[in-house]
């Protein structure tokens, strides 16, 4: 029991769950119980056909898990392919695109990204899920950083503090009022991406400085592509722009790889 709190994707997976059940069954917030389902059984699938490919004796379906229900939360689309599609691309992208041991992109995040360019018919969740909910799971994402033992909580502050800080100096600079600023931050996707995309422990910097570098940088890629470029999915896209950045950044500021807790051999995929 002691084993289970600790690991932060336990909680990761109930925080993300609770979210898809709200929207299944009291607020409707897009997302299908099909295509949801699709999304998730897709992810542990490859999942469990790309260990065995490699050779990995235990198959961790917890990994695969966090990125169905985040691309449950997330991802739209008008075809029931492409939710299996998305799964079946994050899943393989951890395993094919690696570098000492970490893999480049997060997975649900690469996946977006792909589908977005490359087919019509898919889109990105608005995350307008009401004040009330949005405040809540703030609430509840802000505890499950407290008793993780990923040590990668920082990440997500430092976004959310950079992306804040430049929303509510563009509001400054053209006179808006403050509630405009207010209004962007609350929006359940970029809780989604703060807590469970840029944070992703696999992908971020293993440094506190590299990681604060990082996500000042996909703030401003983001805020540049959003008023300059009138880009709607920017943040996804400057996640898996600068990602390939984390390789240069642990290269020239060293700290230690992180690691999940100990677990059977082989269950760090």
Same mark, same amino acid.
């Given at each position: ?32 119980? *099909? ?19 490699? !050779?990995? /004796?235990?198959?961790?379906? @917890? ?12 991802? @739209?689309?008008?075809?029931? =392919?492409?939710?299996?599609?998305? #799964? ?32 019509? #018919?898919?889109?990105?969740? /608005? !995350?307008? =899920? ?36 430049? *929303? *509510? ?16 931050? +609350? ?25 604060? *570098? ?41 700290? +230690?790889?992180?690691? =999940?807790?100990?677990?059977?051999? !082989?269950?760090?995929?």
């Amino acid at each position: 029991m002691r084993r289970w709190w600790s690991d932060a994707r336990h909680f990761q997976i109930v925080a993300l769950a609770s979210l898809l059940l709200i929207n299944l069954f009291w607020i409707d917030f897009g997302a299908r119980p *099909l295509y949801s389902a699709l999304a998730i059984l897709s992810t542990v699938a490859t999942q469990l056909v790309c260990s065995r490919l490699v !050779g990995l /004796p235990y198959v961790d379906l @917890r990994s695969p898990l966090i990125t169905g229900l985040s691309l449950s939360l997330l991802l @739209r689309a008008d075809q029931m =392919w492409l939710p299996a599609a998305a #799964g079946v691309i994050a899943i393989a992208s951890k395993f094919i695109f690696r570098v000492d041991g970490k893999h480049i992109w997060n997975p649900a995040g690469f996946a977006i990204v792909v589908l977005l360019f490359t087919v019509h #018919g898919v889109w990105i969740s /608005p !995350g307008q =899920w009401g004040t009330s909910l949005w405040l809540a799971s703030l609430l509840v994402f802000l505890a499950v950083l407290v008793l993780q033992a990923a040590q990668r909580s920082d990440m997500a502050l430092f976004f959310l503090g950079c992306h804040g800080a430049l *929303l *509510l100096a563009r509001a400054f600079w053209l006179g808006d009022p403050l509630a405009i600023p207010l209004h962007q931050m +609350q929006s359940g996707s970029l809780l989604i991406f703060a807590f469970f995309m840029i944070s992703d422990p696999r992908t971020s910097p293993d440094s506190r400085l590299g990681r604060f *570098l990082f996500a000042l940088s996909v703030a401003l890629l983001a805020h540049y592509l959003t008023f300059f470029m009138q880009m709607r999915p920017a943040l996804y896209v400057a996640l898996i722009a600068l990602s390939p950045v984390t390789l240069l950044i642990d290269r020239l500021i060293p700290a +230690q790889k992180f690691q =999940w807790t100990p677990s059977p051999q !082989g269950a760090s995929q």
